[in-house]
């Protein structure tokens, strides 16, 4: 699983960024921080990125102008506010392609998202020998919920392992894949190895034993052009917060016919149709799963960071992440003893690079990089089982974004320099 970097210097430092960096680096308030007297350089967007003044104007002008509750009041300000929230369901959609609105359900992240499928529709519609295929790289968020209400319904989760290289064993895959199969629940992106797996290919082979798919796109939609339809998947779930949007809102998209077979996620004001004592009937899409007063503040923030990154062209935010994410993985091979995982070429993965130095705790090198300034993300980052898999406790894990540089990642590689010196046992 694990490859040292042995790549061929070839000089890759990006000359014709396909983005104006500088001028969105003005754009980010935060970017303005010193932290231990150094300037903030941010390298760990895979966990939250920063938030661009738009976004939070956008989200200040809600609150100063035009607050109110949705689908309730007469007034004008419920009904501006209504058709805010309505306008930032339909700009979401739109991100990813959807042209329904009514297939976009607001959740508060992929991990709401990623339970409401398990819980609405497994619930519904698993029985006791039923197979549920989940991969080695999931994170938690797209395997937990999976495991419980496997356990609750009898169903088997099946995990498809990966090659050396990083990528998916698609062999194991179509091995797993029987008529038992009934979802195959699995990530666009890694957000450890950064890998991107092939999900138009996995849709056709789950569609071809009746599976569902289950996507989860956390760590996709920020950084690639997403279309759904291209996909093929019935289920595709994103969070906000790591594509420029504030935290508390995440989406799902779900195809049409199946969100109106399932049941509603949660009860209470706003899904239901009409009340009785001893049961209810429900709303409509998508009315059926905004149970309670929604986060409307925060679902006009990501309709502008949705703004933003289009702006921007997601085109150009990949190709940017893929330039510097080939310059990083360049940089890293240079630096003794560590080892880098996931795919060596850069277009097969997204901007998230997890490393370990021989020798050094993950926790000791990002502490020495935050004395530098360099914020970048150890641990497991919610992998248990890819962790096993690399037969490591914990990585350190550096991810870009729109704002982040080649010098960044210059001041990267000289911050392991310095923990290298630092913490490094004598190697035999
Ligand atoms: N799926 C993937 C692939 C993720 O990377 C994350 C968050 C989630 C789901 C859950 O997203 P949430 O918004 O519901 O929390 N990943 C990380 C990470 O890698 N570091 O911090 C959070």
């Known amino acids: 699983m694990s490859s040292t970097m042995t790549t061929q210097p070839r000089n890759s430092r990006p000359t014709r960024d396909a983005l104006d960096v500088a001028r969105i680096r003005a754009d980010f308030p935060i970017l303005g921080r010193e932290i231990h007297g150094k300037p903030l350089i941010y390298l760990d967007n895979a966990s939250t990125a920063q938030k661009p003044r738009q976004v939070i104007q956008a989200i200040v002008d809600f609150y100063e102008t035009g607050n109110a509750n949705v689908h309730r009041g007469v007034h004008t300000l419920s009904m501006e506010a209504t058709d805010q929230y309505e306008a930032a369901r339909e700009r979401a959609g739109r991100f990813i392609g959807v042209t329904d609105p009514l297939e976009v359900v607001f959740t508060r992240n992929t991990t709401e998202a990623l339970n409401l499928v398990a819980i609405a529709w497994g619930r519904e519609n ?39 290289d990083g990528t998916l064993d698609m062999d194991a895959f179509r091995a797993l894949l029987t008529d038992r199969t009934r979802v195959v629940a699995v990530a666009h992106a890694s957000n450890v190895l950064g890998t991107i797996l092939p999900l138009a290919e996995i849709a056709e082979l789950a569609h071809a034993r009746g599976a569902l798919v289950v996507a989860d796109g956390a760590q996709s939609t920020p950084h690639l052009p997403v279309r759904i339809a291209d996909l093929g998947v019935d289920f595709y779930a994103f969070s906000g917060h790591k594509m420029l949007g504030p935290t508390g809102i995440g989406v799902l998209w ?22 009785y004592e001893d049961r209810s009937t429900w709303a409509d899409l998508p009315d059926k799963f905004d149970a309670g007063t929604p986060n409307i503040a925060d679902a006009i923030g990501l309709a502008a960071a949705c703004d933003y990154l289009d702006a921007l062209g997601m085109e150009n935010v990949r190709r940017h992440e893929v330039e510097l994410t080939a310059y990083a993985l360049e940089r890293l091979a240079t630096v003794p003893d560590i080892t880098v995982y996931g795919p060596r070429n850069p277009e097969a ?38 962790h096993r898999s690399l037969d490591v406790a914990a990585t350190s894990r550096a991810s870009f974004y729109v704002y982040n540089t080649a010098d960044e990642v210059d001041a990267l590689v000289d911050g392991l320099a310095t923990v290298r010196r630092l913490y490094q046992r004598r190697l035999a």
Not at 254 to 275: D, S, W
Not at 352 to 357: E, I, L, P, Q, Y
Request: glycine share 12%.
């Open 126 to 164: 698993l029985r006791a020998g039923d197979e549920i295929i989940s991969t080695v790289l999931e994170h938690h968020s797209s395997l937990v919920p999976w495991q419980r209400v496997a356990a609750e319904r009898g169903a088997r989760i099946r995990v498809v392992p990966t090659r050396v």
């Open 254 to 275: 779900g195809r049409r016919n199946l969100l109106e077979a399932m049941p509603p996620f949660l009860g209470g004001g706003g899904m239901i149709r009409e009340v």
């Open 349 to 386: 993965r997204t901007g998230v690079v997890a490393f370990n130095m021989e020798g050094v705790h993950p926790h000791d090198a990002g502490t020495v990089l935050d004395e530098a300034g360099i914020a970048i993300r150890v641990g497991h980052h919610c992998c248990q089982l890819l």
